[in-house]
Structures are given as structure tokens and as C-alpha cells.
């Protein structure tokens, strides 16, 4: 098994307000050195597949910081054949021009929050880039990185069939090999929320949104980039490594300023906040703040709630050896054989896995089929 390392939060995701407030790059390299030989000493003895640079703007680390993350990360773990290092970036002037200097750290795969190819679109979801300057980013990603994807979100207030068409075939034809393409969900807190219980935004309605959804796949698929999982399309070979040993419940170290990590049957949760972090290294070497044991229904639940937005599925015989769980104690059989008679779901030999016609209510029938037990675990 593959120890994937994930900066998932590193002190840079704010960088420019850090460079103005004066950051001591020395002393931020040397805390997260010091946690990632932390994990390592504990989380060791396997390859890494994969490093992911991310959670808000990491693009504007020093790129001598992110080398040196990198080369630590190879001289502890070291590294499998063609490991996929991957950076988050913003699609601004600003991060671009970061990343000729990034690439040559150590970076070969970007993912860019481009979100829309509209001005007002952007403006509507609080984006500071324009589109003009989204695709320029873009292009200059493409020109450094040997992998980028791209995410759009979609399903925005007054988006129809014909409008959202138009949106993705542009977003297509940017050549790209994997595209994230997410629903706007209307999450409880935020400015949309307010908006939406104020009477001044109107979400689109579930029908709507549906036939916007079922045009996206056929779309992708038509330009050989089907859906791998709920909303992330690839071409065969360029699925973000990364991501998928998420989805296929694997272990992760999570590295610096609230980094989640799964090694073994424990998560681990780093101090969120950049001084506590420093903090907690400077105390006891590592900036874990909770390492919680995690019995084998939380770890069976979380499989199944992963792995079923997978378009590969999840091998339950597989589950029930790795967590010592018979099969209808992790699974609802009833809902199952209804949902497969329904076509919403499939089975083939001890693997099943969600259909295209179920993947558009993918959050109600994943209620359906994993077992009470294992939810209320």
C-alpha cells in the first residue's frame, strides 16, 4: 500500500496576506519537515504514489519551500514510478506566473479552481479571476505541467439545458484530460443560504439540475472523458491518483495545518490554526491534534459512502475480509436487490457499484443501501 503525503493545508493557502505580515519561510519549512518525519516514523516503509499540494492557494509557496517538501518527502517515504505530485492553484495572473518555477520544484500536476468561463458567473460565486484570465492561467498550466485538470460548477441560478451546453463544450474544448464539474449546492451558513432564506436567490429545482447532470455525462462521454466518479471525469489514465486513494479508502498522511490522515484503523486531524500548529511541532514533533481509533463499522461505513461514487465500485467480499464484517451486516440486501432492479445499481460477482441512472440521487441511495448498523455505528 501506497503512503500518499498531502500538505492538504499548508500556512501558504493565504500566502499573499502571510508575505505582507512577513512570513519566516526557514521556520515554516522546518515545522512541516518536522511532522512529516513525524508521520514517517510511524506511517513508513511504503512508496509514495502521490502528493497533493492543496486547501486554498499553495501555488504561492516559494517554490524552494515546495522542493524541499518534496525531496524530504522522497529521501522518508521514497517514491513509486511516476508518482503524481499535484498543486491546487487559482487561475489568476498572479499564480501563474508561479508556475514555470513550480513545475521545476518538483510539480507535474496541476488542478485549477477556474469554476466558471463567465465574468458575471464568477462575480455571482465570489471569484476575484475573470475568464480571460481563468483560460490564460490555463494555458500557461498546460504549457509547465504534464497533467492539469480544471473545475467548473454548474446548476448556477438561471442556467438552462442549452446555456449549460454552450458552458461545458467550451470547457471541453480546452483540451484538458480531467475536469471536476460540481451541482452548486447550497451549503447551511453561507452567503447562498442567506440569499436563498431572503427570497433573493432561487436555486434550480431537481428536475432541473437532473437534466443538467445527465447532460454533463453525456457530454464528457462524448469527448472521452466519462465520469470515474459522481462528479470527476478523465480520460483512461489521467483520474487523479490522489483522489482515488481517498475513494478507494486507502491510507494518506496528512501533513500540516489542519491535514486529515488515514493510517491504518486511526484518523488523525492536525491543528487547523497556523500558530497552533507551530505550536504543537515545537511541543511534541508533530502537529497532530486528535488521533482517534477507528472501529471497524466507521471504517466499513466510510468505505462504502467512498467507494460507491466510483464508477469501479467497491468489492464487498474484499470489505468484509479487511474489516471482519459479514456482507449483510455492512449492506442492506432488500434495498440493494430493489435498487438493482431499478437499475439505479449493478452487481458483478462480489462487486457492485452505483449505475449512471443512480448517480444523479447518488446522497438518497447511498441512505438506502449501507446498513442502519453500520450508519449508526
Not at 110 to 134: I, N
Not at 317 to 330: E, H, K, Q, V
Request: net charge negative.
Amino acid at each position: 500500500m501506497h503512503w500518499p503525503f498531502c500538505a492538504k493545508k499548508c500556512p501558504y493557502c493565504d500566502f499573499n496576506s502571510h508575505v505582507r505580515g512577513g512570513v519566516d519561510v526557514a521556520a515554516w519549512q522546518a515545522a512541516l519537515i518536522a511532522d512529516m518525519r513525524a508521520e514517517a516514523a510511524v506511517a513508513g516503509g511504503e512508496s509514495l504514489a502521490s502528493i497533493f499540494f492543496g486547501g486554498g492557494t499553495p501555488s504561492l509557496m516559494p517554490p524552494p519551500l515546495v522542493a524541499a517538501l518534496i525531496a524530504e518527502a522522497e529521501t522518508l517515504w521514497g517514491f513509486a514510478p511516476g508518482i503524481e505530485i499535484t498543486l491546487e492553484a487559482n487561475p489568476s495572473s498572479v499564480e501563474a506566473a508561479n508556475f514555470a518555477a513550480l513545475a521545476a520544484a518538483g510539480i507535474n500536476r496541476a488542478s485549477l479552481g477556474v469554476q466558471s468561463l463567465d465574468d458575471a458567473e464568477l462575480r455571482f460565486l465570489g471569484r476575484v479571476h475573470g475568464a480571460d484570465e481563468a483560460l490564460r492561467a490555463l494555458e500557461t498550466a498546460q504549457a509547465h505541467f504534464t497533467r492539469v485538470s480544471f473545475d467548473m460548477i454548474y446548476a448556477l441560478p438561471g442556467h438552462t439545458p442549452e446555456l449549460w451546453e454552450a458552458r461545458l463544450v467550451r470547457a471541453l474544448a480546452q483540451g484538458t484530460g480531467h475536469m471536476s464539474l460540481y451541482q452548486l449546492t447550497i451549503e447551511p451558513g453561507t452567503r447562498f443560504a442567506s440569499d436563498v432564506r431572503r427570497g433573493r436567490l432561487m436555486p434550480l429545482d431537481d428536475d432541473a439540475a437532473a437534466a443538467l447532470f445527465d447532460i454533463t455525462q453525456a457530454l464528457t462521454g462524448a469527448a472521452g472523458l466519462p465520469a470515474y466518479e459522481t462528479s470527476n471525469h478523465a480520460r483512461a489514465g489521467e483520474e487523479s491518483r490522489h483522489n482515488l486513494t481517498y475513494w478507494r479508502y486507502q491510507d494518506y498522511a496528512g501533513i500540516g495545518p489542519g491535514a486529515h490522515g488515514r493510517r491504518g484503523a486511526v484518523a488523525t486531524v492536525r491543528h487547523k490554526k497556523p500558530e497552533n500548529f507551530l505550536a504543537a511541532v515545537a511541543r511534541q514533533g508533530d502537529g497532530i491534534a486528535e488521533a482517534r481509533a477507528l472501529c471497524a463499522a466507521d471504517q466499513a461505513a466510510e468505505a462504502l459512502l467512498m467507494g460507491l461514487r466510483l464508477g469501479e465500485g467497491v468489492d464487498l467480499a474484499g470489505l468484509s475480509a479487511r474489516f471482519g464484517l459479514p456482507r449483510d451486516g455492512m449492506i442492506d440486501e432488500r434495498a440493494l436487490e430493489r435498487l438493482l432492479g431499478l437499475g439505479m445499481m449493478w452487481a458483478a460477482d462480489t462487486r457492485i457499484g452505483v449505475s449512471p441512472e443512480g448517480r444523479g440521487v447518488l446522497d438518497a441511495l447511498l441512505a438506502e443501501v449501507v446498513a442502519d448498523t453500520l450508519v449508526a455505528a
